[in-house]
């Protein structure tokens, strides 16, 4: 076949393709259109249909009668037919549920089929309206049934089902009625129904009977109830009138909580029999019902007690006042009330003796107390003879310090021993006893180990962000070495004491000869064939670390200077001192180097801490420590466990070898002198009336300056606490000084927690001195938020004269003669010299007055006391020493050692707490003012505190005398000696 009928071919096979394709693609765009015609068909038709089946359903719905619509029925007939057809001919496009619609609609498409559809409607319209009318009579009949049925079963009579007068039968037969026009009967006459319908049935109706049996039988025994109950309401609300209108005082325990608690109870009974209870009986129990919770009671009680403390105190004040002391409102209050715990807050001068001597006098003669059933503890025996004296003999009372009370429930008149009574002297005994542990070669190695790398608590450079602030901690702590030097670290006091104790010769910060820079080496060791070695210690970790920036090369420059030089260093580091490993591998150094270790022999080691007064600081601590532990009764385990919880395990571990055999010792002197110390007394009494071989007689406990309440006499107090015990404390948390004996202010504050319900009351009006003093002070002590807020005022009578004066000078001598002149000028305008009180916070700071001229017009008036002992006394004018801001200075920065922690009441978060409270002391000792002597370079930062709140524009402003000393005056510092931080105080045990 040629190339020409092939092409030919081809041609010919692709146009008839192409028509084909023509042909396929009309067809199919033919049916699409056919499609869409029939789809829209079918949903015009589908509308159609739902709404003539919407339309035939409401005709026929049985509501209304056909035949009223009838021309409007025979144009659906119509309707319907047409939609039929048009349906029937398009059927099997329709949808599911079109069809169904057309299934319904054909039916009625017919004449005949429409009209039994209108004949079938117009049947179940005859009915309803025939089930209305039977659901109306219904209606009434079930209200009729459901009125019988409440008043049958209303539990006020006994039932018997079989005598119910036909009244099940007819409710069977209602709601067997009611089944058939349930749906036609309205809301309520439901509701009826389904409350008859449980009681149609014999059982149904028989428990409903015995329901109502028991709700009668139940009535019957609350009617009895309500009977036996009226009584008890009587009788309570008469109890209670009684408790609360005042005619006498309610403590907040016993008879009171159990009256409360039947109040409580019969209230509770009430509400369930209220509407049995007789009419007059039900305001009766509307009142007890007010008091019937515990805030309630004790709001009304409250109430009570105060109209009952401000009638007693108005007729006290007639039969207690005197022309000589006629009472507060305030101090009777305080005496008249009666509470478990009267607790009197009782500022300076307020009268504090006055109210504990008035309670006295007010329960003897008002009360009719006996005056063996009151109790006075005071806590020396000045304040409990000065009680004794105020009470005439009818009203003596038993008045007597906490000591010889303890002694007394004993039962013996064992002597207390000098140890006990005299501090010095107990010091001296511990003084001794070290120095023969140091004798005695098999007992000396804690003391040896405690000297020599204990003695002070350890701070590494470590734990202080800077070099100042090391140096400047270092240099309050004064670290006094026993070669007498004073070190400038803790390891190096070590490094100092081990080589003095080994009698190994060097010198301390000697200069260096071989530079022209001032450098000075740690120690300088000579060696014995001539020469010597350098010794720097060190502040490194094992990593060779530095604890401040800069240091590392420091030393790096010491190294350099010392091999430029060739002089021999050796180093020692803090890393080592931590490892323990210090005083061994210094020892192994040193002898590489020939120099020989020859232990010091006792009596000079004595000789040297006699000295450096070591064996007195130590004996100070040692002191302190062991009146704690006995006034707690600390065991040596208990030690020993508080030892290794501590900051410093090691320390206080070594600290404990050495007390616990001097505490040996210190029982062993007791013992052999058959004597007891203060704390035997209270604990051994504590003891004894806790056994209940000692009852106690005592209806009332009075304590007079209770802010200085320890432990152990706080264990005493509430050993004698009992059912019909009281207990009056008098006392004042601004002037709590002595926690160094134990006295502990935050048992003022939680005093309840050991002996009761606690109502306070405060004494703040003073007759010591006026607004120029009560002002500036009572806001100076209540900087602390832990105190309690109170308010001091002077009494009216008060001149408003006298005030807080600082007076800046160079030295002590200067300020305190300038400040006796101007007391001396008082006595101008007064026949009386105005007597005069110089206060020191240490006992050496009586030598700046032994040192001070004294006007002659002062000559006798003039008298020295720490503030510690001045406590409780006054004068007409006070003087403060010691207000320099330093170590040794008025707040003391010296720092108790942190061993007495372990035994010692705790610490409080505020700065200077106790101090403050100290310097409180001292301000309000005087009727006339307060001269304050201050550095006039670095006064204390309480004086300063002073003159920034009361500047001279204040109204009670704090004046100021400026003066500067002469060119022979001492300055502050050289009235203080290294002797001088043994004791701080004078300690009143």
Known sequence: MSTEAVIAMIDAVL?????????????????????????????????????????????????????????????????????????????????????????????????????????????????????????????????????????FFDGNQYVRHWAANGLRERIAAAVEQARAVQELLPERESEFLNRLRPLSSKDGFKRRCEQANRRFEAAETRKKQATRLAPELAALDCEASALIQGERYVRHPGAPQALRERIAVAVEQGKSVRKWLPENKRPLLNRLAKISSTKNFERHREKANAKYVQITAASMQKTLGSKDTILTDEQAEAIATDEDVTLVLAGAGTGKTAVVTGKVAHLVRDRGVRPGRVLVLAFNSDAAEQIRKRLPSSMAADASTFHSFGNRVLGRDKPVSELASDGPSRQRFIQRQLEALLLDSSLARPMHDFITSHLYPYRSPFDFDTEEEYDSYVRGVELRALSGDLVKSFEELIVANFLTLNSVRFYYERDYPYTQSLYRPDFYVPLPDGGGVYLEHLALDR???????????????????????????????????????????????????????????????????????VISRLAYVLDAFLRHVRSSKLTADELRQRAADSAEPTRAGVFLEVFEELRQRYERQLAGEGKIDFHDQIHGATERILDGRWQSPYRYVLVDEFQDISAERMKLLSALRGPDTAFFLVGDDWQSIYRFTGSDVGLVRDCGKHLGHVRERALTQTFRFGPGVSEPSTAFIRRNPAQTQRNLRPAKHLPPAGTITVIKAGSPAVGLEQALREIAKLSARDPQAPSVLVLGRYRDSRKVLQETWVPSALSGRVRFRTVHSAKGLEADCVVVLDLIDKRRGFPSRVEDDPLLDLVAPPTEPFLHAEERRVFYVALTRGKRGAWLIADAEQPSAFVNELLDEYNPTARNRVDVIDTRATEDSRPFDEYSTDDDLLSADDLPF
Do not use: M
């Open 543 to 613: 990593d060779d670390s530095a604890p401040w920036p800069g240091y590392a090369e420091g030393v790096r420059w010491k190294r350099r200077i010392h091999r430029g030089n060739g002089t021999i260093l050796i180093e020692t580091y803090s890393w080592e001192h931590g490892e323990g490993t210090l005083l061994q591998r210094l020892r192994q150094i040193l002898e590489i180097h020939g120099i020989t270790f020859q232990p010091l022999p006792p009596s000079q080691v004595i000789k040297k801490l006699r000295d450096e007064y």
């Open 15 to 151: 146009v008839a393709l192409g028509l084909l394709v023509v042909l396929v693609l009309a067809i199919l765009l033919v049916s699409y259109r056919a499609k869409r015609r029939r789809q829209r068909q079918i949903a015009q038709l589908a509308a159609r249909l739902s709404a003539r089946d919407l339309e035939a359903r409401r005709l026929f719905d049985g509501t209304r009668h056909v035949r009223q619509v009838a021309a409007a029925a025979t144009g659906l007939r119509e309707q319907i037919a047409r939609v039929v057809k048009e349906a029937e001919a398009l059927r099997k496009w329709l949808p599911d549920n079109e069809r169904r619609l057309l299934d319904r609609l054909r039916p009625l498409a017919s004449k005949d089929g429409f009209k039994r559809r209108c004949e079938q409607a117009n049947r179940r319209y005859a009915a309803r309206e025939a089930g209305k009318k039977q659901a109306a009579r219904l209606a009434a009949r079930l209200a009729t049934l459901d009125q019988e049925v409440s008043a």
